[in-house]
């Protein structure tokens, strides 16, 4: 499946906005998708996921504040983000993930990221 991340943007904070992750490709529905971000010196980090069967699970960084969903009718995933501060600054990637034992791994390619801006 390929996916393609989009709607980022510049924001205040305190702002909110949402990311889509659109897919392409027979097998969304049976996939589970991985929001990660990667900020400007510091490593790609997963923040978010949906299994398969829409349940849910995010970082503590963002626990609270950012909500995933899925549309598997329009093969979409989506980020709602709120409560936005300047540290979410950074380019936000989807990707398929894997549960290999007790942790996420992405899987094929990053695809082309989006990037949110969040000014203080």
């Known amino acids: 499946v390929q996916l393609q991340a989009s709607g980022g943007g510049l924001v205040q904070a305190g702002g909110s906005l949402k990311l889509s992750c659109a897919a392409s490709?027979?097998?969304?529905?049976?996939?589970?998708i991985g929001w990660y971000r990667q900020a400007p010196g510091k490593q790609r980090e997963l923040v978010a996921l949906?299994?398969?069967?829409?349940?849910?699970n995010y970082a503590d960084a963002v626990k609270g504040r950012f909500t995933i969903s899925r549309d598997n009718a329009e093969k979409t995933v989506y980020l709602q983000m709120n409560s936005l501060k300047p540290e979410d600054t950074a380019v936000y990637y989807c990707?398929?993930?894997?549960?290999?034992?007790?942790?996420?791994?992405?899987?094929?390619?990053w695809g082309q990221g989006t990037e949110l801006t969040v000014s203080s």
């Open positions: 490709g027979s097998t969304f529905s049976t996939n589970a």
């Open positions: 990707r398929v993930v894997l549960l290999l034992g007790s942790r996420w791994a992405g899987v094929g390619s």
């Open positions: 949906s299994s398969s069967g829409g349940d849910t």
